[in-house]
């Protein structure tokens, strides 16, 4: 596992994560914040998770009082970034390569590459796969609520999707 990746917080759910999966918003002045999508002003700066609930989170904080060209920018990333996942789910819930569900996936990890989270998946659940996932060293990538993962498989909630072809999960995390 590569211990250098530096982390920041997330501004708005105080979570600590890789810099690749935050947005960098600079502080231009005391009430004056600009997304800063290159990461490359030089001024002191926050951080916001790349998820639709940290983004629509901070939309809402005046504190920082994005402007919406920020905002825009940033979901316009997100959908771009977050590729299709779920048409490509979709398009291989019936093969031997998938598994769903905590449990599931927990008891199966030796064979997973790759895990998508619900973004609404409660912090408890979340924090136990994301702990496994590093111990492990397997990617993931928190995406789609549980509603929209458990469409995939004709369930009303999934928590979790995981990945145990290893082709298939360079071809998502790529
Ligand atoms: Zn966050």
Known sequence: ?????????CVVCREKKDKKDLFRIAKISESNYSFDEKQKMQTRSIYVCK????IQRISKNKKYN???EDLLAMVNLLKKQSK???????????SDHLAFGIN??????????FLIIAEDISEKNDKKLIA????????YVHYGNKFQLGEIFKKDEV?????????IARGLID
Do not use: F, G, Q, W
């Open 66 to 68: 994005l402007r919406i």
């Open 159 to 167: 928590n979790v999707i995981a990945v145990k072809n290893k082709k």
């Open 51 to 54: 998820t639709h609930e940290c």
């Open 104 to 113: 599931m996936v927990m008891e199966d990890l030796d064979h997973i590459h």
């Open 84 to 94: 299709d996942y779920l048409n490509i789910l979709k398009a291989m819930k019936n």
């Open 1 to 9: 596992m590569d211990n250098h990746t530096p982390e920041r917080t």
């Open 132 to 139: 496994k996932a590093k111990e492990l060293n397997i990617s």
